[in-house]
Every structure is written in structure tokens, then in C-alpha cells.
Nanobody, 120 residues
Framework: QVQLVESGGGLVQPGGSLRLSCAAS????????MGWYRQPPGKERELVAT???????NYSDSAKGRFTISRDNAKNTVTLQMNSLKPDDTADYYC??????????????WGQGTQVTVSS
């Protein structure tokens, strides 16, 4: 069993910052790519940022320059630091990880989501 648990969402004013964290636990042999996706109200889920096991990062155009993704391989965690938040950043944010369990192939796992609301 593998679980991804997010934390750090909430209500913030425009221009503010939030830090999202995600911890993977369970029978994990290794983790490849990790990332954050979001689903704004009434819209489809979209990529925010990804990070490889070697810390190569990729950001959506809307996240570039404002968000920073990082990971701690020893703790199996991934973090998204979000600065200069805008109302358009309002969404449910989901953690994603490509995880290899012992004696298993790599599979994708999702967290349960954490809500971020940017409003004055």
C-alpha cells in the first residue's frame, strides 16, 4: 500500500504565499518523478510542476517565476512553494508520484488533494 498525503492548503490573499507539502509512505522501493497538479473549479486537472529524482524541474507557464518545486528523497516528500498568488491559482492541488514498490513495476499515485483559495 502506498499513500500520498498533502498538507498546507488554505485561504490566502492575492499576493500572498503558501507552501504545499506531500509525503509518500508505504511499501516504497523507489520514486521517480514527483509533481503537483491542480484542478480549478469547473475545469480539468492541469500540470503545475514536476521534478525528477535528479531534481530536474519543469513548470507550467503560469507557475514559472512564482512557484518552486523541491523534493527530499530521504523523506519521500515533495514541496511546492507558491508566491505571488493570484485568484486564478484557486484550485484543488494534487500531489503525484511515480513509485516503484518492491517486486512491482512503476505506478502512478495521487494524493487526495488540498484546497487553495486565493481571495481578498
Amino acid at each position: 500500500q502506498v499513500q500520498l498525503v498533502e498538507s498546507g492548503g488554505g485561504l490566502v490573499q492575492p499576493g500572498g504565499s503558501l507552501r504545499l507539502s506531500c509525503a509518500a509512505s508505504g511499501s516504497i522501493f523507489s520514486i521517480n518523478n514527483m509533481g503537483w497538479y491542480r484542478q480549478p473549479p469547473g475545469k480539468e486537472r492541469e500540470l503545475v510542476a514536476t521534478i525528477t529524482s535528479r531534481n530536474n524541474t519543469n513548470y507550467s507557464d503560469s507557475a514559472k517565476g512564482r512557484f518552486t518545486i523541491s523534493r527530499d528523497n530521504a523523506k519521500n516528500t515533495v514541496t511546492l512553494q507558491m508566491n505571488s498568488l493570484k485568484p486564478d491559482d484557486t484550485a484543488d492541488y494534487y500531489c503525484y508520484a511515480q513509485i516503484r514498490q518492491l517486486y512491482s513495476s512503476i505506478m502512478g499515485f495521487w494524493g487526495q488533494g488540498t484546497q487553495v483559495t486565493v481571495s481578498s
